[in-house]
Structure formats: structure tokens, C-alpha cells
């Protein structure tokens, strides 16, 4: 059974860091890429990073690109996702996500999610 658990969000003022987590367990980690999407009120699941299984590439959103940072520990089938410079904008619940990694930035394409952890940027 696949699960993944993110942990690490919070409030936090804008212009400060954050960093959040998702946990993997169920699948061979070193096998997949794994992508973050967040999903603010009233919006649609936004692409936000996504990391490939040998860590080789890694892909950002516009919206994001210069302030986060996506990163994967094997040790720990963990995947890491670094926020920095947070702004307001940047509230939502965050997702991680897994599956055939074929159109990175399109949610539909991910078969396994997580819960999702909710990080909200105060101005």
C-alpha cells in the first residue's frame, strides 16, 4: 500500500522559510519521481516543483522558481521542498505526489497523494 505523509507546514510571516516534508513508504522510492502541487481555496491544484528519481532534474513552477527548492533523501524515502521568500500568495495546502511521471506538471498524471500539510504566509 502506497502512502505518502507530508508534515512541516504552519503559519509563518511573509518573507521568512519554510521547509516541508512527504514521507514515502510502500513503493521503491529510488524508482519514482516525485512532485509538490498546492491547492488554495476556490483555486485549481497548482504545480509547484517535481524531482526525478535520480535526482538529476528537477522542475519548477513559474510562480515559485527562485524561491523554492525541491530535494529527495534516499536514506530516508524522503522528499523535501524548501520555501523561501514566502509571500502571501504562497498560502495553500501542499501535496506531494507520485505515480508515472510523465507530464510532470500535470496533476492528473499523478496516481499516489498525499493528505496534503497547510502553509499559510501571513503579509
Known amino acids: 500500500q502506497v502512502q505518502l505523509v507530508e508534515s512541516g507546514g504552519g503559519l509563518i510571516q511573509a518573507g521568512g522559510s519554510l521547509s516541508v516534508s512527504c514521507v514515502a513508504s510502500?513503493?521503491?522510492?529510488?524508482?519514482?519521481?516525485m512532485g509538490w502541487f498546492r491547492q488554495a481555496p476556490g483555486k485549481n491544484r497548482e504545480f509547484v516543483a517535481a524531482?526525478?528519481?535520480?535526482?538529476?532534474?528537477?522542475y519548477y513552477g513559474d510562480s515559485v522558481k527562485g524561491r523554492f527548492t525541491i530535494s529527495r533523501d534516499y536514506a530516508k524515502n524522503t522528499v523535501y521542498l524548501q520555501m523561501n521568500s514566502l509571500k502571501p500568495e504562497d498560502t495553500a495546502v501542499y501535496y506531494c505526489a507520485t505515480g508515472t511521471f510523465v507530464a510532470i506538471r500535470d496533476p492528473s498524471t499523478y496516481k499516489y497523494w498525499g493528505q496534503g500539510t497547510q502553509v499559510t504566509v501571513s503579509s
Open positions: 510502500g513503493i521503491t522510492f529510488s524508482s519514482t519521481g
Open positions: 524531482i526525478t528519481r535520480s535526482a538529476g532534474n528537477t
